[in-house]
C-alpha cells in the first residue's frame, strides 16, 4: 500500500476526511503531512498511521528529513 492511501485512510479513520496534504511542499519529512478538514488541518500522526495499516508493533520512520514522500513503516 503506497503512502498516500495509508495516509488518507488514517484521515478517514481520525477525521472522517479522505484528504491528506503536505503542509509545507515536499522537502520537509517531519511535521509536514496534515489532514485536510474546514476550519483546521491536523498533523497526521505517522506512527498512528502505520499503526493503523500494520498493527500495534509499526511504527513510522523517514529515510530522508528533507523528502516529505519518504516515509516508511517498520515493525518491531
Not at 488514517?10 to 474546514?38: F, I, M, P
Given at each position: 500500500?503506497?503512502l498516500?492511501?495509508?495516509?488518507?485512510?488514517?484521515?478517514?479513520?481520525?477525521?472522517?476526511?479522505?484528504?491528506?496534504?503536505?503542509?509545507?511542499?515536499?522537502?520537509?519529512?517531519?511535521?509536514?503531512?496534515?489532514?485536510?478538514?474546514?476550519?483546521?488541518?491536523?498533523?497526521?500522526?505517522?506512527?498512528?498511521?502505520?499503526?493503523?495499516?500494520?498493527?500495534?508493533?509499526?511504527?513510522?520512520?523517514?529515510?530522508?528529513?528533507?523528502?516529505?514522500?519518504s516515509?516508511?513503516?517498520?515493525?518491531?
Amino acid at each position: 500500500m503506497g503512502l498516500w492511501q495509508m495516509l488518507r485512510e488514517y484521515c478517514e479513520r481520525t477525521y472522517r476526511t479522505n484528504e491528506a496534504q503536505l503542509r509545507h511542499g515536499t522537502g520537509q519529512a517531519e511535521n509536514n503531512w496534515e489532514c485536510r478538514r474546514r476550519g483546521e488541518d491536523p498533523l497526521i500522526d505517522m506512527n498512528a498511521a502505520c499503526r493503523g495499516r500494520y498493527g500495534s508493533a509499526a511504527f513510522a520512520q523517514f529515510s530522508n528529513r528533507d523528502d516529505a514522500f519518504s516515509w516508511h513503516c517498520f515493525r518491531r
